[in-house]
DNA sequence: ATTGACTCCTGATGGC
DNA sequence: TGCCATCAGGAGTCAA
């Protein structure tokens, strides 16, 4: 579900709740997600949430005596809730704070995780070898044209490579592309530096614009109130198969890359 | 070094 | 109404 805007709208909503509260404590009633839900976070209770950030899709808790990373995976969500809120059947989590609110994760597939992080240097291998953030200097489309020479592998696959630049889905890759004016197939190596270029500045816009729509709700993505993200609205050919093309008519099609499901335009993306 | 396939899991959807 | 196949917003891991 959540790609970066997701995860980012996640952060600034649940935020305002944790910030400066107090461990009471943690229910884990489903510990197995992606990875077990390791005891270690149990000696974060007693102990402030001092900072609330994201690396990537992973958000981090962090606190004097560790921090929490989560991950939505495909399927997660966050919710803030008062404390006592009943527990649906995939309501893995509760953090529970002294404000008698707690922050609660959701996510039916399990695909997410839960983790502990004894200190912010602490060598981790999910987020070591992760690129730079999209929405940072660090990543622009100079970086893109330079890492893609002689690759052979569809762009598509390219940007969704979290070495290449992190956070980029399957949603926003689609839309972005098509913004781009860039064939998905196209093999990496291919697209030229002028696209590049563009498609940088593209993945930054498309990635800011969706955050201040509150992300992109398909199905079951919400905000930490529970409200829908409304960028889903804007998506130009995301799920768009067969309908009219919005630049030139032509219908959308679509294609497998990567075992992803691809939406583009064969007349305008080249 | 790159690249592509497979995998984890549940729920929604559509065809018969 | 039921049953089965297919498909989902991610990404680590393995093998070629």
């Given at each position: 579900?959540p790609?970066?805007?997701?995860?980012?709208?996640s952060?600034?909503?649940?935020?305002?709740h944790?910030?400066?509260?107090?461990?009471?404590?943690?229910?884990v009633?489903?510990p197995?997600l992606?990875w077990?839900v390791p005891?270690e976070?149990q000696?974060?209770v007693?102990?402030?949430?001092?900072?609330?950030?994201r690396?990537?899709k992973?958000?981090?808790?962090?606190?004097?005596?560790?921090?929490?990373?989560?991950?939505?995976?495909?399927?997660?969500s966050?919710?803030v809730v008062?404390?006592d809120?009943?527990a649906?059947?995939?309501?893995h989590i509760?953090?529970?704070?002294?404000?008698?609110?707690?922050?609660r994760?959701?996510?039916?597939r399990r695909?997410?995780?839960?983790?502990?992080?004894?200190?912010?240097?602490s060598?981790?291998?999910?987020l070591?070898n992760?690129?730079p953030e999209?929405?940072?200097?660090a990543f622009?489309?100079?970086?893109?044209y330079?890492?893609?020479?002689?690759r052979?592998q569809?762009v598509?696959?390219?940007?969704?490579?979290?070495k290449i630049?992190?956070g980029?889905g399957?949603i926003?890759?689609?839309?972005s592309?098509?913004l781009?004016g860039?064939d998905?197939r196209?093999?990496?190596?291919?697209?030229?530096?002028?696209?590049?270029l563009a498609?940088?500045?593209?993945?930054k816009q498309?990635?800011a614009?969706a955050?201040s729509?509150g992300g992109?709700?398909l199905k079951?993505?919400?905000?930490?109130d529970?409200?829908?993200g409304y960028?889903a609205?804007?998506?130009?050919?995301y799920g768009r198969?067969?309908?009219a093309?919005v630049?030139?008519?032509?219908?959308i099609?679509?294609?497998?890359?990567?075992?992803r499901?691809?939406f583009y335009c064969?007349?305008?993306?080249?």
């Amino acid at each position: 579900m959540p790609e970066l805007p997701e995860v980012e709208v996640s952060r600034l909503g649940i935020t305002p709740h944790l910030l400066h509260k107090q461990i009471t404590a943690i229910k884990v009633r489903q510990p197995k997600l992606r990875w077990p839900v390791p005891e270690e976070i149990q000696q974060l209770v007693g102990f402030q949430i001092e900072r609330i950030s994201r690396r990537a899709k992973y958000l981090i808790l962090h606190t004097a005596n560790g921090n929490i990373l989560l991950h939505l995976g495909m399927s997660g969500s966050l919710r803030v809730v008062p404390k006592d809120t009943p527990a649906g059947k995939h309501d893995h989590i509760d953090i529970v704070v002294d404000s008698d609110y707690s922050l609660r994760l959701t996510d039916p597939r399990r695909f997410g995780a839960c983790l502990f992080q004894a200190e912010d240097t602490s060598p981790n291998p999910l987020l070591d070898n992760l690129g730079p953030e999209p929405l940072t200097d660090a990543f622009d489309g100079q970086r893109l044209y330079d890492l893609s020479r002689n690759r052979k592998q569809a762009v598509k696959t390219f940007i969704m490579d979290n070495k290449i630049v992190v956070g980029v889905g399957n949603i926003y890759a689609n839309e972005s592309l098509f913004l781009a004016g860039i064939d998905p197939r196209k093999a990496a190596g291919k697209v030229t530096k002028q696209h590049y270029l563009a498609l940088g500045e593209i993945i930054k816009q498309v990635l800011a614009k969706a955050i201040s729509q509150g992300g992109t709700t398909l199905k079951d993505f919400a905000q930490a109130d529970g409200k829908p993200g409304y960028f889903a609205q804007e998506l130009l050919v995301y799920g768009r198969n067969g309908e009219a093309c919005v630049k030139c008519a032509e219908p959308i099609e679509s294609v497998v890359i990567g075992q992803r499901n691809t939406f583009y335009c064969a007349k305008c993306q080249r």
